[in-house]
C-alpha cells in the first residue's frame, strides 16, 4: 500500500518495540511515509536508533522537551534536512513512578508541573514549532488515555491527559483555520514501557 507515499514525518515518544507510537510508525512506514525519530539521551537511543534504521529512516535527533530550546532546534533540524513535514506523532508523557500509586491527593507540586509539562503542554509547543515547516493538510497526532474516569494507579496522568485533550481541542481550533488537522488517539490497554512502570 502507499497511502503516504511522498509523506514525511516527525515521530516522537518511541521508547521501544512496545511502545504505541513504534506500531503507528510501523503502518506509516508500511505505506510510504518517510519518518523521523526523536529520543531522549544515551538510553533510549540505543533503542530508537536500530528500529529507526530498521524501517529505512537516518534521521534520529535528541530532543529534551522540557527545553523550549530544544524544540526550537529539533524543528530547525528537521526543516534544514528535508524543507517541510506533513505530520507529526507526540507520543511522550511522564510522571514519577512512585506518585502513580496511592491517592492522587499526595501529588507533589514537582511532579505535578513536570508531568504537565511533559505529558501536556510539550504538544502545544511542538505544533506551535511544527506548524513552521507543515504543509498545508498536515496533521498533528497525540496519543491519549482514559481522561474522562478515575483510573487507579493513574493520578497525576489522569489529569495531564484531560488538559492534553482540552489541548487538542483548542489547537485543532487554532490550526484547523490553517488547513492543519489536530487529533488524539485513545488507546485500549497496552503493555507498553510506561504500562509496566
Same mark, same amino acid.
Given at each position: 500500500m502507499s497511502l503516504m507515499k511522498g509523506k514525511k514525518g516527525l515521530i516522537m515518544g518511541v521508547a521501544n518495540e512496545r511502545s504505541i507510537a513504534w506500531g503507528i510508525s510501523k503502518k506509516l512506514a508500511e505505506n /510510504? +511515509? !518517510? &519518518? +523521523? $525519530?526523536?529520543? &531522549? /539521551?544515551d538510553a533510549l537511543k540505543k533503542r530508537v536508533v536500530p528500529l529507526a534504521e530498521s524501517l529505512n529512516s537516518n534521521i534520529t535527533l535528541n530532543c529534551d522537551v522540557e527545553d523550549k530550546n530544544e524544540i526550537v532546534k529539533l524543528f530547525e533540524d528537521i526543516k534544514s534536512k528535508w524543507g517541510q513535514i506533513d505530520f507529526v506523532v507526540h507520543a511522550i508523557a511522564f510522571s514519577d513512578r512512585s506518585e502513580l500509586s496511592g491517592e492522587y491527593l499526595n501529588t507533589t507540586? !514537582?511532579? $505535578? &508541573?513536570k508531568s504537565m509539562l511533559i505529558s501536556c503542554f510539550s504538544f502545544t509547543e511542538i505544533a506551535k514549532e511544527a506548524l513552521k515547516i507543515m504543509k498545508e493538510g498536515g496533521s498533528m497526532l497525540t496519543l491519549t488515555y482514559e481522561s474522562t474516569k478515575v483510573i487507579p494507579n493513574y493520578n497525576v496522568m489522569g489529569v495531564c491527559k484531560s488538559a492534553l485533550e482540552a489541548s487538542v481541542k483548542y489547537l485543532a481550533r487554532d490550526l484547523g483555520e490553517k488547513k492543519i488537522r489536530v487529533n488524539a488517539i485513545s488507546a485500549g490497554p497496552i503493555k507498553t514501557l510506561a504500562a509496566s512502570a
Open positions: /510510504g +511515509a !518517510e &519518518l +523521523a $525519530f526523536t529520543y &531522549l /539521551g507540586r !514537582e511532579n $505535578f &508541573l
